[in-house]
């Protein structure tokens, strides 16, 4: 058995979870950053509404992934305050 406490270990994978997250979160802002809210184009420009169009389907591609790793985030972080508050009561009300 390893040195690590459970509470070390909930830390790790909130860690790597959170660190994903964020990647994630900055590769959205630089995708957004080439959006705009409204084109006004002529016939010519028809390869700037296919760049859009990319730009929308990354985003819309991107979206689940930034969701389900925000709310792993969230969760993880509940359980180690929970594991971090039943360890000091535990050690609170020991021998």
């Not at 084109?39 to 689940?64: G, S, Y």
Request: net charge neutral; no cysteine.
């Amino acid at each position: 058995m390893s040195g690590f406490s459970p509470i070390t270990w909930a830390l790790f994978v909130w860690g790597a979870v959170t660190t994903i997250f964020v990647i994630l979160m900055i590769y959205r802002s630089l995708v957004a950053m080439r959006e705009d809210d409204q084109l006004f184009l002529n016939p010519n420009e028809t390869n700037l509404e296919q760049e859009q169009k990319e730009v929308l389907r990354k985003m819309t591609r991107l979206a689940p992934y930034t969701k389900g790793f925000g709310f792993a985030s969230a969760g993880l972080a509940v359980v180690v305050v929970g594991l971090w508050v039943y360890d000091a009561m535990v050690r609170f009300n020991g021998p």
